[in-house]
C-alpha cells in the first residue's frame, strides 16, 4: 500500500495535480453539451429557428443566447487559456437564468403576462441547464486558479 502511494506521489508529480485530478477533454464535451442545450431550449421557445418571440427585443435576446451558446460551446473545446471557456459558460448561464426569475418576478417591458407563471415546464428546463452550467463552469475555473506553494 505504502509503495502504491509513493508511486502516486511520482506520478502526480510527473503529470501535474489538474491532470490527475480532473479528466478535462469530458468534462470540457459535457460542458459544450450544457451551452448547445441552453440554444436548443431557446429555439425550441421561439418555436423554431425561423420565428422570432413577441416583443421583438426578446426575440433578438433569444437570438443572442443561441449564436453565444454557439460560440461559448467552441470556447469550451478549444479555448487556451482554458478559464476563457469557462468565463463565458458563466455568463451564458447566467445571462438567461436572472432574465427567467426576472421575467417571473417582477416582470419585463413588454411581456407582463409572464409574472408568475413558474409552470412553465421548458423554462424549468431552462433553469436546471443554466444552473448546471454555471456550477460547472465556476468549479473549473475554482479549480485553475492558482494555489499557493506549500511547505
Known amino acids: ?15 501535474g495535480a489538474r491532470t490527475a485530478i480532473t479528466p478535462e477533454i469530458p468534462v470540457r464535451l459535457v460542458a459544450a453539451m450544457l451551452a448547445l442545450a441552453v440554444a436548443t ?16 427585443w426578446i426575440g433578438w435576446s433569444y437570438r443572442l443566447i443561441e449564436v453565444g451558446a454557439l460560440l461559448t460551446a ?12 469557462w468565463a463565458a459558460g458563466i455568463l451564458l448561464g447566467a445571462g438567461p437564468f436572472v432574465a427567467y426569475i426576472t421575467s417571473r418576478t417582477v416582470g419585463v417591458p413588454g411581456d407582463p403576462h409572464d409574472v408568475g407563471n413558474w409552470g412553465y415546464w421548458l423554462g424549468t428546463v431552462s433553469l436546471i441547464i443554466e444552473a448546471a452550467l454555471i456550477t460547472l463552469s465556476a468549479g473549473m475555473l475554482l479549480a485553475l486558479r492558482p494555489r499557493p506553494a506549500s511547505g
Not at 502511494?5 to 510527473?14: V, Y
Not at 431550449?41 to 421583438?56: C, E, F, R
Not at 467552441?74 to 471557456?85: C, Q, V, Y
Open 74 to 85: 467552441l470556447l469550451l473545446l478549444i479555448a487556451r487559456p482554458a478559464w476563457l471557456g
Open 41 to 56: 431550449v431557446h429555439v425550441a421557445d421561439q418555436g423554431g429557428i425561423t420565428m422570432l418571440t413577441s416583443p421583438a
Open 1 to 15: 500500500m505504502a509503495g502504491q502511494e509513493t508511486l502516486g506521489r511520482a506520478r502526480l508529480g510527473r503529470i
